[in-house]
């Protein structure tokens, strides 16, 4: 038995020392002043430590399982001449850098870090600026993107790249990171089983995070502002969105979180506030949307015709012009126990929930969805009489689209 | 003007029960709707909708009935070396300070006692131009008519055509019309109503994020820039001005 464990330490102290390998130091007044020199004298297991200056090199090939250590964030210039790193081996991992001034191209996607074909790489507490591709992942697994702090400067939709782009990629961990000024602040396609954790997504072009064939991914607790049209989830199942925050989304194409052909997934503790459309929904069915906040939004929910079995429960409505819309006339959605802050029922058996079923929506918003410019009548005495007339007694608008049992008192959650 | 004569009326209407009640019904309203009400952005929405309706008809109603309760007040001094045109003045502005006393007792005072916001700002500013506007259009009525039934049946049309039926026609030309780029034209029509000026210029508060929408930009656009501002206020002027320019021009020729 003793023997055992002592071929096993034997053997850890072996592995150690392979797996910690030398130091490899760069400055302008160390032996290596350039990285690409110390990148081609390092073998596996190597550090490569830089320290703070300023570096003016491109086209860092990464094909060893090495450590690239920035002190105090060195800064790489890429003078807006090609990539930064490729990173082509597994284990690979990248801190604490600043790299610069990624140029637009239409030929291939140049990026300040990209990872082709390699697993378990980090990349963490780097700072990329101007750049067209931040970061960028292409049939990578297991990789986890901590804390990095992305910044680009995109002009136009055509011209400018994503922030952080995940492709055909799995078990992916995005913790942590700001990414503003890009087309999309991330973007996936064809991920699974990415968890997406804290992030930061403003100011971007288009939308602040995009997924298209992206099926069960989590994202928790990351913040979408003021970016050009939202959030889009697009052609995905297994979603799980929770406790984040859409804010801010403000133009005619611009929504809080864009749903289409969307399957069984969960909208779970998310704040909507202040956005143009909250959530729009088309053809996406079997969602839960759950204990959410949708506070000042122009629309709160707008639910194309073609969505069917969604479960809205438990959520908040305050202070929207309008709670729910729609453009068909059948209903097909399931609402119960939600608090419409525009409910005038009663509750007399005093359990906390109406006795009056609510009827979120007005006949007046299915006009502005047909004719927009009616907008201007907004709270005038008509557009009033009209709804209150159709809720009496209602011929146009969806006649099960009713909150059953709708809550009294803005709802707590924990 | 004369400020004797407009101290007097003041202090005259100010002594009037129906002044006091006016102002007490209104803050009862708005304080049940402050306290019933959660949010500071909903009570004011709420409380937009009540002026939008209260104000232009009581102002028309009472104004024209004071005007022709006023008839001998106004022969006796007609009888006395003053100017008719001072009289009226003195007159219209004496009933709306009176009436927009009551409204900001009223309605200013809860507002403000649960803080002025900005939108609360511009719904005491909409309020007060309202009261102006149609104490205006009752005195125009009443001039018209020299029997008291037709001046507030008048009055009443008025009332109703301005809240209900130019709203309705509005909407008839949105919904036939909507195959043409009719979004200019409409500005232009909204702003030849003083209650829709009034409401646009607080949806412009409370309500942005749904203006923000495809057409509702352009309107946000236009009447959100100092240029649409500054062209609402001064609609908003002339449906002061004219009416009083009209009504003093009869007024000076009337026979009494």
Same mark, same amino acid.
């Given at each position: 038995?003793?023997?055992?464990i ?7 102290i072996?592995?150690?020392d ?7 130091i ?11 020199d110390?990148?081609?004298?390092s ?7 830089i320290?703070?200056?300023i570096?003016?090199e491109?086209?860092?090939?990464i094909d ?7 002190e105090?964030?060195?800064?790489i ?8 790193? $490729? ?7 990248i801190t ?8 637009v191209?239409?030929?291939e996607?140049?990026?300040?870090i ?6 378990h790489?980090v990349?963490?507490?780097?700072? $990329?600026?101007?750049?067209f ?7 990578a697994?297991f990789?986890l ?6 910044s680009?400067q995109?002009?136009t939709?055509?011209?400018s790249?994503?922030?952080?782009h995940l492709w ?11 990414a503003?000024g890009?087309?999309?602040?991330f973007?996936f396609?064809?991920?699974?089983k990415?968890?997406?954790?804290g992030?930061?997504?403003h100011?971007n ?7 298209m064939?992206s ?6 607790d990351?913040?979408?502002?003021e970016n050009?049209?939202?959030?889009a ?13 859409f804010e ?6 611009s929504?809080? $979180?864009l ?11 998310n704040?909507f ?11 996406s069915?079997?969602?839960n ?8 939004n ?9 969505c ?12 929207n012009?309008?709670?729910?819309s ?9 609402y ?9 029922g ?10 009056v079923?609510?009827r979120?929506?007005?006949?007046y918003s299915?006009i ?12 005038s005495f008509?557009v009033? $009489? ?23 008192n ?5 | ?6 101290k007097?009326i003041?202090?005259?209407? *100010?002594?009037?029960k ?9 803050m ?6 402050i ?7 909903k009570?004011?929405?709420?409380i937009l ?8 008809l009581?102002?028309?109603?009472f104004?024209?009935?004071h ?10 001094? *007609?009888?006395?070396?003053v100017?008719?045109k001072?009289i ?10 009176s ?10 005072f809860p507002?403000m ?6 939108s609360g700002?511009?719904?005491?500013v ?5 009261t102006?506007?149609f104490?205006?259009?009752?005195? *125009?009525?009443s001039v018209?008519?020299?029997?008291k ?15 209900i039926i130019?709203d309705g ?11 043409y780029?009719?979004d200019?034209?409409i ?12 409401r ?21 656009k ?10 609402s206020i001064?609609?908003?002027?002339l449906w002061?001005i004219?009416?009083l ?5 009869i ?5 009494f």
């Amino acid at each position: 038995m003793t023997a055992k464990i002592s071929y096993i330490f034997l053997f850890l102290i072996f592995f150690y020392d392979v797996a910690s390998g030398r130091d490899i130091i760069v400055c302008k007044n160390c032996e290596t002043v350039s990285i690409k020199d110390a990148i081609r004298q390092s073998i596996d297991g190597d550090r490569i430590i830089i320290k703070k200056d300023i570096y003016n090199e491109n086209n860092l090939v990464i094909d060893k399982q090495i450590e690239i250590i920035g002190e105090d964030h060195p800064v790489i210039d890429l003078e807006y001449k090609y990539q930064g790193f $490729l990173i082509q081996k597994d284990h690979v991992k990248i801190t604490g850098l600043e790299i610069r001034n990624i140029s637009v191209n239409y030929m291939e996607d140049l990026s300040a870090i990209k990872i082709d074909n390699s697993d378990h790489c980090v990349i963490e507490n780097n700072i $990329l600026k101007d750049t067209f591709f931040a970061i960028y992942l292409a049939k990578a697994n297991f990789c986890l993107i901590k804390n990095n702090k992305i910044s680009g400067q995109a002009k136009t939709e055509t011209s400018s790249g994503n922030g952080v782009h995940l492709w055909k990629c799995t078990n992916i961990n995005l913790e942590y990171n700001e990414a503003e000024g890009h087309r999309d602040g991330f973007y996936f396609e064809f991920v699974t089983k990415g968890t997406m954790t804290g992030n930061y997504s403003h100011n971007n072009l288009r939308y602040g995070l995009h997924f298209m064939f992206s099926d069960s991914n989590v994202y928790r607790d990351n913040l979408f502002r003021e970016n050009g049209a939202g959030v889009a989830v697009m052609y995905s199942r297994n979603i799980e969105m929770t406790d984040n925050k859409f804010e801010d989304n403000w133009g005619p194409a611009s929504y809080g $979180l864009l749903l289409k052909d969307i399957t069984r997934s969960l909208v779970k503790g998310n704040l909507f506030y202040k956005n143009t459309t909250g959530i729009y929904m088309e053809g996406s069915d079997q969602i839960n949307v759950e204990n959410n906040e949708f506070n000042s939004n122009g629309w709160a929910t707008k639910i194309l015709g073609n969505c069917m079995d969604n479960k809205f429960t438990q959520n908040n409505y305050l202070n929207n012009t309008f709670d729910v819309s729609s453009n068909s006339s059948k209903n097909a959605n399931f609402y119960s126990g939600n608090y419409w802050d525009k409910y005038d029922g009663y509750d007399l058996d005093k359990n906390g929930t109406g006795d009056v079923p609510y009827r979120p929506v007005s006949l007046y918003s299915m006009i502005v969805d047909k004719v927009p410019e009616s907008i201007i009548l907004l709270r005038s005495f008509i557009v009033e $009489l009209i709804d209150v007339t159709e809720k009496a007694m209602p011929v146009i608008i969806p006649e099960t689209l009713i909150d059953e049992s709708p809550e009294m008192n803005k709802i707590k959650f924990n | 003007m004369d400020k004797k004569i407009f101290k007097y009326i003041l202090f005259d209407l *100010l002594r009037n029960k129906f002044i006091l009640i006016y102002s007490i019904i209104l803050m009862v309203m708005s304080f049940s709707i402050i306290y019933i009400g959660h949010d500071s952005s909903k009570a004011v929405i709420t409380i937009l909708n009540l002026i939008l309706f209260i104000i232009p008809l009581i102002c028309l109603i009472f104004g024209t009935i004071h005007f022709y309760n006023s008839r001998e007040f106004i022969q006796f001094l *007609l009888t006395q070396p003053v100017n008719r045109k001072n009289i009226f003045r003195a007159e219209y502005l004496a009933l709306s300070v009176s009436l927009s006393l009551g409204f900001l007792i009223g309605v200013g005072f809860p507002v403000m006692l649960y803080g002025l916001s900005l939108s609360g700002l511009y719904l005491i500013v909409t309020g007060i131009s309202l009261t102006f506007i149609f104490t205006a259009l009752a005195f *125009l009525s009443s001039v018209l008519n020299k029997d008291k039934v037709k001046g507030i049946g008048l009055s009443i049309i008025i009332w109703l055509y301005l809240t209900i039926i130019f709203d309705g026609l509005v909407f008839l030309v949105i919904y036939f019309f909507n195959d043409y780029p009719i979004d200019r034209f409409i500005i232009i029509l909204t702003s030849l109503n003083p209650i829709d000026l009034g409401r646009i210029l607080m949806l412009l508060q409370v309500d942005v994020s749904a203006l923000m929408g495809f057409t509702g930009a352009t309107f946000q656009k236009f009447f959100g820039s100092i240029l649409g501002k500054a062209v609402s206020i001064l609609f908003m002027l002339l449906w002061i001005i004219l009416p009083l320019f009209i009504s003093v021009r009869i007024f000076k020729k009337t026979n009494f």
